[in-house]
């Protein structure tokens, strides 16, 4: 395991300057004796691939990693590792980071926005608003209703307790299955038709591995109430995109909050854009104004414990894909 004092940090995203100059701020601010450096374009990481000692990366591309030769840490801007992995060309040297935790405060919040918005049946509000059309319409309840958590990690554990306070009684899966506060009833991944079933609100916080994806298809669709709703706030390729829009047609299902979807941004000719009771959001439930600062905290951390050769905080088990 390589050790010794690193020198310089470089950040690639993918995105505008000015977000570049955001995501670096906090670092330099962080680690004043160092060099943070800031790739706003593919081209650059490509060409400069060789000099990187340790990577904050959001989106890294694929097939670049035979020539990191220097290359020490990855951390991961976001949770989910699926844009990295599997990565047959990394060196298994590398170690790999994720910002697991970060997330909690704000996509609790977001989840219960989008339960909430579904269940008062806000899309239709916001419809008849636009018609100019005064139409009283029926809604649900919050409290007394089943909220189930498809992977109960740390976002679902947050969402957990707030939903509890508000009365609902809250179920979910986990890889390894142990009490959860608030949590009445927690299964492994062989309880999701039981979850699905149960559940009045389902909300998807999956890792997307070669496991998971697509598993949320037509078929467990189905098994969903027909007055339930499904919230994902995991990975797009969870969801079957397709079955969920004959879904919510059919009247199967009866709305859904998509914050993530298999193609970002969302196509223009997507029939997602146009569904009943349906809310899409531009893959922005995780960020927040101190989204950077908490995602630094571990960052800086984890470039001291490279340089001492010490475990990871949120590192990354390559074989599993989280």
Request: glycine share 10%; net charge neutral; no cysteine.
């Amino acid at each position: 395991m390589s050790t010794g004092r690193i020198e310089k940090l470089h950040v690639f995203h993918g995105f505008s300057s000015e977000l570049g100059d955001a995501l670096a701020r906090p670092l330099r601010a962080a680690l004043p004796d160092r060099e943070v450096v800031v790739w706003n374009r593919e081209e650059e990481l490509r060409a400069g691939i060789g000099a990187i000692e340790v990577l904050l990366a959001f989106r890294p591309p694929r097939g670049i990693w035979a020539g990191a030769t220097r290359l020490r840490l990855i951390q991961m801007m976001g949770a989910g590792v699926d844009s990295l992995l599997p990565a047959p060309d990394l060196p298994a040297r590398v170690r790999i980071a994720n910002a697991r935790g970060v997330h909690g405060p704000h996509m609790s919040e977001w989840a219960l926005a989008m339960i909430f918005a579904l269940a008062k049946r806000i899309p239709r509000a916001l419809e008849q608003k636009q018609a100019h059309l005064w139409k009283p319409y029926g809604f649900d309840p919050i409290a007394g209703r089943t909220l189930g958590i498809l992977g109960l990690g740390a976002i679902g554990e947050a969402i957990a307790v707030k939903a509890a306070l508000l009365g609902m009684r809250v179920i979910g899966t986990q890889r390894a299955p142990k009490s959860v506060p608030h949590v009445e009833l927690v299964l492994g991944s062989e309880g999701t038709e039981r979850v699905l079933r149960e559940s009045d609100v389902a909300v998807v916080l999956l890792p997307l591995t070669p496991e998971t994806r697509g598993s949320i298809g037509a078929r467990e669709l189905a098994f969903m109430k027909p007055s339930a709703t499904l919230v994902n706030l995991a990975r797009g390729g969870i969801v079957d995109e397709a079955a969920l829009a004959d879904a919510l047609r059919a009247g199967r299902l009866a709305g859904a909050a998509l914050d993530v979807f298999e193609r970002e941004p969302l196509p223009a000719d997507s029939p997602l854009w146009d569904l009943p009771n349906t809310i899409l959001t531009p893959h922005i439930a995780g960020l927040g104004p101190a989204y950077m600062e908490r995602l630094t905290e571990i960052a800086v951390e984890n470039v001291a414990r490279v340089e001492g050769g010490l475990p990871l905080r949120n590192e990354v088990d390559r074989a599993r894909g989280y």
